[in-house]
């Protein structure tokens, strides 16, 4: 499968902690990107990466890339109730049709 | 919001039926793909169309199919539904197919399958 799967499935923490997700993928990329979703809806862009890039920052959110390992991590800081959702890295498996691959994603829950 | 709206959000068939669902993409984007996302699942892709022609498709039978209009709306028609066809369906628009970037995804339609 060419698909990320990211690390853990589940992940709870309080507000104020730092969150951190990993993302493992099998084939060569062009970039990887970083989604979010609420509660089975729409999914939010958050980050895209490429592979000739190591780190990417914005905002509250930094981004890490291994192409030498084929993995990448998502760290939130000083997280927020608000920031309890589905995790997703998704890769372009090194093609340029346009098909993004998901892994099964990482539930983050943030207690108040 | 991503300006990506979809229709129904919520859709109840039964199986054997044939159901279609709708997406109106971002202003000024001319690329449609369609995803589907079973329960506790990473979204799968079905198929991308790009100027009112199917540009790549994922791993789902003829059933799925899509039509791209001139203003770069779109359909996914489903025929003969199965069981496993419940899912969240998803749609992204992006500006340019061939490329990977940012897809901006629509709020999703949840079909039921009984």
């Known amino acids: 499968s060419q698909q990320g799967e990211e690390d853990p499935q589940a992940l709870s923490i309080q507000e104020g902690e730092n969150a951190t997700m990993n993302c493992s993928y099998k084939?060569?990329?062009?970039?990887l990107q970083w989604y979010r979703q609420n509660s089975g809806r729409g999914l939010v862009h958050l980050i895209l990466?490429?592979?000739?890039?190591r780190e990417k920052h914005s905002g509250r959110l930094r981004v890490t890339l291994d192409t030498s390992k084929k993995s990448s991590s998502l760290l939130i800081t000083a997280s927020r109730a608000a920031d309890t959702a589905s995790y997703f890295c998704?890769?372009?498996?090194?093609?340029?049709?346009?098909?993004?691959?998901f892994g099964r994603g990482t539930q983050l829950t943030v207690w108040p | 919001e991503t300006g990506v709206t979809q229709s129904p959000t919520h859709l109840i068939k039964t199986r054997g039926q044939q159901v279609t669902l709708r997406c109106s993409s971002q202003?000024?984007?001319?690329?449609v793909s369609w995803y589907q996302q079973a329960l506790g699942q990473g979204p799968q892709f079905i198929f991308q169309?790009?100027?009112?022609?199917?540009?790549g498709r994922g791993n789902f039978p003829p059933r799925f199919s899509g039509l791209q209009f001139p203003n770069y709306s779109s359909e996914l028609n489903v025929n003969a539904l199965e069981l496993d066809d419940s899912a969240l369906y998803l749609c992204?628009?992006?500006?340019?197919?061939?490329?990977?970037?940012?897809?901006?995804f629509g709020p999703g339609t949840r079909l039921t399958v009984l």
């Open positions: 990466i490429r592979s000739n890039e």
């Open positions: 202003s000024g984007h001319n690329t």
């Open positions: 998704a890769t372009d498996g090194g093609s340029t049709l346009g098909r993004l691959y």
């Open positions: 992204a628009s992006s500006l340019v197919a061939g490329h990977t970037d940012t897809q901006y």
């Open positions: 169309y790009y100027r009112e022609e199917e540009n």
């Open positions: 084939t060569s990329i062009n970039n």
